[in-house]
């Protein structure tokens, strides 16, 4: 089945915590991107990459680092988490300019 | 100023009350416009891809069309398992960031 995973699915951590959330694709996409989604502010974008060791920052990259070692795996690491960093994280991916398939979302909390 | 807005922000019909959601867009150039529906606490499902003025995808209850400044979402004769949150996205020619800039959404609500 086509998927997109990620782990964890929830997770509670305090401030300056490192953490990282893992994200893997089964379909072969080239492109992978995270985002996080808060009430009133929609679905933004933190990190792309459009093939493996290529990434970029979205819209708002601060406080997250991501890194492509592998086609298929995506992971998003909080060096240093902080209260305003608590969201629902979605990682996403696709052939290109085709439509996104997302991962079924990692809801963090930060204390 | 937001590059996508959509409208309503929420809308309740009656079970086979047709509507239309709006999507207004304001990039330069446009690589692309999606739809996607969004159940609570899930990610996004995919429903179309636009990428030119005029074109037309359809989908059981489900229409989409693109001008040059707005996309549509018709749902004829909805469903209560229609009910969800409907999230329009644009993909833009050129500038830096290459992902999608996403509207707020829609969240539709079908009363049987």
């Known amino acids: 089945e086509a998927q997109v995973t990620q782990n964890p699915r929830y997770l509670i951590t305090v401030t300056g915590k490192k953490l990282t959330v893992t994200c893997s694709q089964n379909m072969n996409h080239e492109y992978m991107s995270w985002y996080r989604q808060d009430p009133g502010l929609g679905l933004r974008q933190i990190y792309y990459?459009?093939?493996?060791?290529?990434?970029d920052k979205g819209d708002v990259p601060e406080g997250y680092k991501v890194s492509r070692k592998e086609k298929r795996n995506f992971p998003l690491i909080l060096e240093s988490p902080s209260p305003n960093q608590t969201s629902l994280y979605f990682c996403?991916?696709?052939?290109?300019?085709?439509?996104?398939?997302f991962g079924p979302g990692t809801r963090l909390t930060v204390t | 100023e937001d590059q996508v807005t959509q409208s309503p922000e929420a809308l309740r019909l009656q079970e086979g009350e047709s509507s239309s959601l709006n999507c207004s867009y304001t990039v330069s150039g446009l690589r692309g416009l999606f739809w996607y529906r969004q159940d609570p606490g899930k990610g996004p499902e995919f429903l179309f891809t636009?990428?030119?003025a005029g074109e037309e995808k359809e989908k059981e209850r489900l229409k989409a069309t693109l001008t040059k400044k707005e996309s549509f979402l018709h749902i004829t004769a909805p469903k209560p398992e229609d009910s969800a949150t409907y999230l329009c996205a644009v993909h833009e020619t050129g500038g830096g960031a290459d992902g999608l800039t996403f509207g707020k959404g829609t969240h539709l609500i079908i009363q049987p």
């Open positions: 990459s459009m093939n493996v060791e290529v990434t």
């Open positions: 996403a991916s696709s052939l290109g300019g085709a439509g996104q398939y």
């Open positions: 636009l990428y030119s």
